[in-house]
């Protein structure tokens, strides 16, 4: 197979073949044993360059126009609302700016989803602010420098988890915890825009609601008139045009026209509060020097807001592949935000993520490919460098008019009901994350963690008391729950069971207790049937107290038989023996129930049904009960 590669990639394979640079190089780029080295080339190029494979459909007929369309109408949002953002996490407005010209680019390039619009977002703006304003003062230039570090902190973070495909981390922010997250971000986001929607300023508390509080108290008896007049008009425009032209852009529509009327009446020289002067030009890599001391404060922050900003980053990109019919590779696209996120800090922007905003008016405007995020970029761009002069006069009260309208619809309370609904716990953990979030502003990722440790603990907690069902035959054949039908009458000599849950040790003494408990309950059982259909794994633990329940029950005169397995319970019975000292297959364990009741029938004696014959567990005797119960009519023998 070498001999098929050039020369130095023969030579490369010839020295390694097996070795710890080829094993290394299939753990990372997520390939079998199977693959040659030809097809591990491959798909390294799929890896670190996905954007190729889109290049055949940039060919197509149409598609070039439609992705440049689009990428002209998302960078119409993202130019105001980035400068939004930017001032939500406590930056310059330009910071937004320089964080939606590359990070787009560069999301597409390497990310796999081709829809997805990476940028400046609200939450991750929020927990920016909330990460850095500990260390330094908002606007500061240690604040400044410390958010740059946090973007190339998050996206070297995201980075590694997407190269060693670690994305499953991310599944252990249940939706319940995100939920709950979500609604107290959009509600302090909401609220930390008051100040400015008044024209006033506090001095900022220890407690975010603290320093609701003392805004509300000062916007009573001082609140600046004019700027108040421009909050209104700004939400006013906003709302009217989502209402009544939703295709228009709604943001740059509200933005032209309060900029042009604050030039006009000179609401700078009336004490209202403006963008004012942004630098012209495009960024230049800019990093700042590292202190080990904060990085050190930040490394939390920063893996808070990397698997914050994936997860909504994928759940945006799986929704639009659901309708585009794409297939999305998470691990790939933790590599594409996590180089947008090092790019953004390397030229003086701060951390991005995806946008369901202005993902939805890219693939509403046709986008195809990733073509439309570089058109986007490249807009931002062509702003950078010609037309920050007509955003001086931009008042900052519009802008945060722009982050209340955006926030408002990530407040949602049928998520926190349906959740409730489906499982109670899952309600209490988004509760109780919502409860935290707010509470302890601005230090927001304490309230994420625990909801996540309480929906951890939780899920364990009902595992260790899984649902244990004794069955008995239903008259279509089936076995049901004598809980849910206790007219069905149960064997005496018999006991069947399911265990619907994995058994490991956190429920393996359950387990125990319980079929003890079921051999107390029935002191003439001869066999107890285990229907471990429910039974994903069986780790040691599980297997030592099966084992031991067997052993230790066959002394009384009572044997266990498991049916109903599955391969990988079955393949950890035999690696460690348990198998054979249980019994061995087709003695102990058989792939389906009636085998295992055929096996218990032809070992009971038991006058009361004729040794099995009119046993309760056979199909024909279910029928016979439930006919007689009036249940179902037996259909007449033909003679």
């Given at each position: ?14 020295m ?8 290394t ?25 996905p954007f ?16 440049i369309?689009a ?6 949002v ?6 939004a ?17 590359l ?8 990310g796999s ?40 902190m998050?996206?070297a973070?995201?980075?590694?988890l997407?190269?060693f ?6 599944d ?8 709950g ?21 506090v001095?900022?508390?220890?407690h975010?609601?603290?320093t ?11 609140t ?29 529509i509200?933005?032209?026209v309060?900029?042009v009327?604050?030039w ?11 963008v ?6 495009l ?7 590292f ?11 920063a ?6 900003g ?18 999305i ?16 800090g390397?030229?003086?922007?701060y951390?991005v ?10 693939i ?18 062509i702003t ?10 931009l008042?900052?009260?519009t ?6 309208m ?20 899952d309600g209490?953990?988004a ?5 935290l979030t ?21 899920f364990i ?18 076995f ?9 009458e ?13 058994l ?11 079929v003890l ?7 003439n ?18 297997e ?21 397995m ?7 019975l ?9 019994g061995?297959?087709?003695?102990r364990?058989?792939s389906?129930?009636?085998?295992a ?14 040794n ?19 249940e ?6 033909q003679s």
């Amino acid at each position: 197979m070498s001999d098929s590669l050039p020369h130095p990639m023969r030579l490369l394979y010839d020295m390694d073949y097996n070795g710890i640079l080829f094993a290394t190089t299939r753990q990372i780029v997520g390939v079998n044993q199977s693959m040659n080295f030809s097809e591990v080339l491959i798909r390294m190029r799929e890896m670190f360059l996905p954007f190729m494979a889109q290049i055949q459909d940039l060919k197509k007929p149409g598609v070039l126009k439609l992705d440049i369309m689009a990428g002209i109408t998302v960078a119409l949002v993202l130019v105001p609302q980035s400068m939004a953002y930017a001032q939500l996490a406590g930056l310059p407005p330009y910071y937004g700016l320089y964080a939606s010209f590359l990070p787009p680019m560069i999301a597409a390039i390497f990310g796999s989803s081709r829809q997805l619009a990476t940028g400046p977002v609200a939450v991750v703006s929020l927990l920016t602010a909330a990460s850095l304003e500990p260390l330094a003062a908002s606007g500061s230039e240690g604040f400044l420098a410390y958010a740059i570090i946090l973007a190339m902190m998050i996206g070297a973070f995201q980075i590694f988890l997407g190269v060693f495909r670690l994305g499953v981390l991310v599944d252990f922010l249940s939706h319940p915890v995100v939920v709950g997250f979500t609604n107290a971000g959009a509600i302090i986001i909401g609220t930390s825009q008051l100040s400015k929607l008044f024209g006033v300023s506090v001095e900022k508390q220890a407690h975010h609601y603290e320093t609701v509080y003392n805004i509300l108290i000062e916007a009573a008896q001082n609140t600046h008139l004019l700027t108040l007049a421009f909050s209104i008009l700004s939400i006013g425009l906003l709302w009217a045009s989502k209402k009544y032209f939703p295709k228009l852009p709604g943001v740059l529509i509200a933005v032209m026209v309060c900029t042009v009327l604050s030039w006009g009446i000179g609401f700078e020289t009336k004490g209202g509060a403006i963008v004012g002067a942004i630098p012209a030009g495009l960024p230049g890599i800019n990093i700042p020097t590292f202190d080990w001391e904060v990085v050190k404060q930040l490394i939390s922050a920063a893996i808070v807001i990397s698997l914050i900003g994936f997860m909504e980053a994928i759940s945006i990109a799986k929704a639009m592949a659901a309708r585009t019919r794409q297939r999305i590779d998470a691990n790939q696209e933790l590599v594409g935000q996590g180089i947008s996120n090092v790019v953004s800090g390397m030229f003086g922007g701060y951390a991005v993520s995806g946008s369901f905003s202005r993902s939805a008016v890219n693939i509403d405007a046709g986008a195809v490919t990733g073509l439309s995020s570089v058109v986007t970029g490249i807009v931002v761009g062509i702003t950078l460098l010609f037309l920050t002069p007509l955003l001086y006069h931009l008042p900052q009260a519009t802008l945060a008019s722009v982050i209340i309208m955006a926030v408002i619809n990530l407040i949602k309370i049928e998520p926190i009901k349906h959740a409730w609904k489906a499982e109670k716990h899952d309600g209490i953990v988004a509760v109780v994350t919502f409860v935290l979030t707010l509470v302890m502003a601005p230090h927001l990722e304490q309230g994420i963690v625990i909801g996540v440790i309480l929906a951890m603990g939780l899920f364990i907690y009902r595992t260790m008391r899984p649902r244990i069902a004794v069955l008995s035959r239903f008259h279509d054949g089936t076995f049901r729950d004598t809980t849910v039908h206790p007219e069905l009458e149960k064997c005496g000599k018999i006991v069947m069971f399911r265990f619907d849950m994995s058994l490991y040790y956190a429920n393996a003494g359950y387990f125990e207790t319980q079929v003890l408990a079921m051999v107390a309950d029935n002191p003439n059982a001869e066999y107890l049937i285990l229907d471990a259909a429910g039974i994903n794994t069986i780790d040691a633990t599980g297997e030592e107290v099966l084992l031991h329940l067997s052993e230790r029950l066959e002394k009384i005169g009572v044997t266990i038989i498991v049916a109903h397995m599955k391969k990988q319970f079955m393949d950890s019975l035999r690696k460690t023996g348990t198998l054979e000292k249980m019994g061995g297959d087709n003695m102990r364990f058989f792939s389906r129930i009636t085998f295992a009741l055929a096996q218990a029938w032809t070992e009971i004696k038991c006058e009361q049904c004729d040794n099995g014959k009119n046993c309760p567990m056979r199909t024909s005797v279910a029928k016979q009960q439930a006919a007689e119960r009036g249940e179902i009519e037996l259909e007449p023998k033909q003679s």
